[in-house]
């Protein structure tokens, strides 16, 4: 069983919905990670949260805002998102941003029509 | 920034046999992780291995930092081996910045 836990584990959208992803560690690790995976590529890094603080966005539009509320949650709010967004959304976390191998939940697979 | 290539991009076994799969890196990289994502799209760490080796049932896990390559062995394969297998490490500039290789796709035929 995997100690990260991602919801929805499906989620279709519209342009115009809001919508949240959320992912939950019971690890106590202090790095939390946002990726995004789309078919035969490899995950892609979105945001890393260190010590609930956002560490890196890789340039990704304002469309996904994320949020670390503690040390055990990360959530990814998505709005006014684009078909091209439609992918597999990977959350991780490690031991911290310097040490320590990823774990990864499910991942919540999100498709925009 | 750090490149990672993965060699080969795709293999196909009959159950039973062994493989090599091959990581270059192009800088210096700390923190070295394979992963294996299944079908169904979970990823598991299968080794975090900055150098030296480390096994694990079938599977072991060779790194040589100084010659910017990793190698993940896996040994008397079965179906549930398949899936796509990634290699991933931060550069020393960015330690929190995991890049992924492109993965080696591996299918075990039974």
């Known amino acids: 069983d995997t100690e990260v836990t991602q919801t929805p584990k499906h989620l279709v959208m519209g342009m115009t919905n809001k919508k949240s992803l959320k992912c939950e560690q019971h690890m106590g690790h202090r790095a939390m990670y946002w990726y995004k995976q789309k078919a035969k590529k490899p995950p892609e890094l979105m945001f890393v949260?260190?010590?609930?603080?956002?560490?890196i966005n890789e340039s990704v539009p304002s469309r996904f805002s994320p949020e670390c509320p503690n040390s055990s949650l990360l959530n990814l709010h998505l709005h006014a998102l684009q078909p091209e967004d439609s992918a597999l959304y990977l959350c991780?976390?490690?031991?911290?941003?310097?040490?320590?191998?990823?774990?990864f939940g499910e991942g919540s697979r999100l498709t925009v029509l | 920034g750090i490149q990672v290539e993965q060699s080969p991009p795709d293999l196909i076994l009959q159950e039973g046999a062994n493989s090599t799969l091959r990581c270059n890196f192009s800088d210096s990289v700390n923190n070295l992780q394979w992963f294996h994502q299944n079908p169904w799209g979970q990823l598991i760490n299968l080794f975090y291995i900055p150098s030296g080796t480390k096994q694990n049932g079938r599977l072991s896990a060779t790194t040589v930092a100084t010659e910017r390559y990793s190698l993940l062995y896996i040994s008397s394969s079965q179906t549930t081996d398949s899936g796509v297998y990634f290699c991933a490490g931060p550069g020393y500039s960015s330690a929190s910045k995991i890049i992924f290789g492109s993965g080696t796709r591996l299918s075990i035929r039974p």
């Open positions: 991780a976390s490690s031991q911290d941003r310097w040490n320590g191998g990823l774990f």
């Open positions: 949260y260190s010590y609930e603080k956002l560490s």
